[in-house]
């Protein structure tokens, strides 16, 4: 199984500050977002999103919220991979975009989000559309 690094992410109370500390320091742009159901900003470098930007009103500081690896592999394989780690993990699916995301909690709280094309369908916990907000 090969992976490919896919982007940051930071939980931030306003996230026009991070955004601008992005675009000095590293020279990223904000560009195109999915429609997701929760405020936030994705900035790039020429056409990758490096950096996500969840705006959450409760989170005191920007922080990590996760780190995220692509892979072309078939969504049911990293599944199955994630179950039988054992570790807790959230499924969902990036509206518009044809990926599946599986949001795994790794011992210490960091979490990591595992990209897969999304490829039928997979027993989800998590829907965007529905519950209005980012995977905790």
Do not use: C
Not at 13 to 20: C, S, W
Not at 43 to 69: G, K, M, R, T, W
Not at 71 to 78: K, L, N
């Amino acid at each position: 199984m090969s992976w490919r690094f896919d982007h940051l992410a930071f939980n931030s109370p306003q996230g026009a500050g991070l955004q601008q500390a992005f675009a000095d320091l590293l020279g990223l742009q904000s560009g195109r977002r999915p429609p997701f159901p929760f405020p936030g900003h994705w900035l790039y470098q020429d056409q990758q999103a490096l950096v996500h930007v969840i705006e959450q009103a409760n989170s005191p500081a920007p922080q990590l919220s996760h780190i995220a690896f692509s892979t072309d592999e078939p969504a049911e394989t990293v599944l199955q991979r994630v179950r039988t780690s054992g570790l807790p993990y959230q499924v969902a699916r990036v509206p518009e975009e044809g990926i599946w995301q599986l949001f795994v909690q790794l011992p210490g709280g960091l979490v990591l989000e595992l990209d897969t094309p999304a490829k039928g369908e997979l027993s989800t916990s998590h829907d965007y559309l529905e519950k209005g907000g980012a995977p905790s």
